[in-house]
């Protein structure tokens, strides 16, 4: 199994120089062959693909002799990075995605700063508090965990507030598994509660949260007072940054934790299928601020799925999951309104709060779709609430637990 382990690095000045070098000379490439495709395609509808550019660069590094002076694996993987972005330009136009922008110069201002390393002949190490870095050499890490599997590769990033951190990927890490459960859990995402389960629990968003976003907006406006070019302004704007990134890193620690919790406790979870051409349309802060949890919650989920072998079953996202009773499946339209929050089914009479009966109806449409694909797994439910999986998927199994 794959994992990445994060720890903050801290290089001194000569090694603070040569990342500066590496992520610059990494843009360069980036841009350089950006601007190589586009002009190709412009000229004769021609393609060039990342072995072709690859080639290129052994060319280009003869007459740039600079580029020689930092890490060859950092400059193919900004290559491959490009042509990655290539790719997914294309899947997302071929889906059919009008919102998909294309492919974008890297700024050294606008851009996370950042370069990504391969794993070759021991060139990266992890001893004690320290890593071995091509070009770099030993830097001391906070370890607050040890590392485990064979390294892949490792990616060195510079935040805007001037923190450096690596991200080691490590390949047959031997995970310890969770015990296997019979529960399964259906979950509705929100904006004013981050999450609702199909068990009435209901997860809000961490409380300090919205006081961090009020110094945001704050921050922002005594930046924008600050003149231009000054030392103060620049203060101003490491202050913003570091204010920035104390929400992300509140916001992931919330998320890590509630993905942790929730993939140990159940064995599937249903949930609703968001999309970024959902995403992109919204423009309001909040809300966009809950889009990007749910995409990484969303993938927390799946990777900490594939490692504990639960499942997540996603459902589709025009599926009317707030409208429907839960209880006898009467379409109440009204519902479609956002301020109703509690409401009474016209039909059986069921009280419902708004969000719990969407995480029942996430849950049911997910166990109907799991049940349509043969042989996946049995699942029945079990008339008081509970629904019970047999292991072998057959889901006329005598063999249950609840
Ligand atoms: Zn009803």
Redesign the pocket.
């Known amino acids: 199994m794959e994992k990445t382990f994060k720890f903050r690095l801290y290089p001194d000045k000569k090694q603070e120089i040569q990342l500066a070098k590496t992520f610059g000379c990494c843009r360069f490439v980036y841009n350089y062959y950006l601007n190589k495709r586009i002009e190709a395609y412009k000229e004769n509808k021609q393609t060039i693909n990342y072995y072709a550019c690859s080639a290129d660069l052994t060319n280009l590094k003869k007459q740039l002799l600079w580029l020689k002076e930092v890490d060859k694996f950092a400059l193919q993987n900004a290559l491959r990075d490009l042509d990655r972005a290539y790719s997914n330009f294309f899947r997302e136009i071929k889906k059919g995605n009008k919102n998909q922008g294309f492919l974008k110069f890297k700024k050294k201002h606008n851009s996370k700063q950042s370069y990504r390393t391969t794993w070759s002949n021991n060139n990266i190490e992890v001893n004690g508090n320290k890593i071995k870095i091509p070009k770099l050499g030993w830097i001391k890490i906070a370890k607050s965990r040890d590392i485990s599997g064979r390294i892949l590769n490792c990616t060195i990033t510079k935040t805007k507030s001037g923190k450096y951190f690596v991200s080691i990927c490590c390949t047959d890490v031997v995970i310890d598994k969770y015990e296997r459960t019979s529960k399964v859990i259906g979950i509705d995402l929100g904006i004013k509660r981050f999450a609702t389960t199909s068990d009435g629990e209901v997860i809000e968003n961490p409380k300090h949260l919205a006081k961090l976003e009020k110094r945001l907006t704050r921050e922002h406006r005594k930046l924008s007072k600050k003149q231009k070019g000054s030392k103060n302004r620049e203060k101003q704007r490491i202050k913003l940054a570091r204010v920035y990134e104390k929400i992300a890193n509140t916001r992931t620690d919330f998320l890590q934790k509630l993905s942790t919790r929730l993939i140990k406790e159940n064995q599937i979870i249903c949930l609703e299928d968001l999309s970024i051409a959902n995403m992109v349309k919204n423009r309001n802060l909040a809300k966009s601020i809950s889009d990007v949890s749910w995409d990484k919650f969303i993938r927390m989920l799946q990777y900490k799925a594939l490692w504990h072998d639960r499942l997540i079953q996603k459902i589709d996202k025009f599926y009317a999951s707030s409208q429907s009773?839960s209880?006898?499946g009467?379409k109440n339209t009204e519902i479609s309104n956002l301020s109703i929050r509690e409401w009474e089914?016209p039909?059986?009479h069921?009280i419902h709060d708004r969000d719990i009966n969407a995480a029942i109806n996430v849950l049911n449409e997910g166990l109907r779709l799991l049940n349509s694909t043969a042989g996946t797994v049995g699942l029945q439910a079990c008339g008081d609430g509970g629904y019970e999986v047999c292991e072998a998927g057959n889901s006329n199994c005598e063999v249950r637990s609840t």
Do not use: F, G, L, R
């Open positions: 009773c209880a006898c009467y089914c039909q059986c069921t």
